[in-house]
């Protein structure tokens, strides 16, 4: 039988919908345009994000009100679109940092009691094994 993979496993790996609260953080940061924001996820250490759905989360932000967007010009290249957070954006992010805190709080104490009870079996208490 065959380990699962956490991160396959329903409920598993990152929040559902993380991308979300990535880029208002982000965006909170500075106003950026998609290509930027892609590299700046990967800075966060999330795993490389898909374009298409990256111009698709950024389009539902901008519908809901908490992103902004604007084409700019430039001289060296062509128009991009801009993004930048609303007041609305950043009153969710600050939601959003409340949940993820929560989440930490709940996460660290199953970590916490994992690691007892890999001791009391005489594991390591290393999560991966």
Known sequence: MSEPDPLQVEGGGLPRSFLRPCLLLLLAESRSHGYDLLERLAELGL???????????????????????????????????????????????????????????????????????DVAAGRSGDPRG
Do not use: C, N
């Open 47 to 117: 795993p490389t994000a898909d374009p298409g759905g990256l111009y698709r989360v950024l389009r539902a932000l901008e519908r809901e009100g908490l992103v902004d967007s604007r084409w700019e010009t430039s001289e060296a290249g062509p128009a991009r679109r801009t993004y930048e957070l609303t007041a609305e954006g950043r009153e969710w992010l600050h939601a959003w940092a409340g949940a993820l805190a929560e989440g930490r709080r709940l996460v660290g104490g199953f970590l916490r009691r994992y690691a007892e009870l």
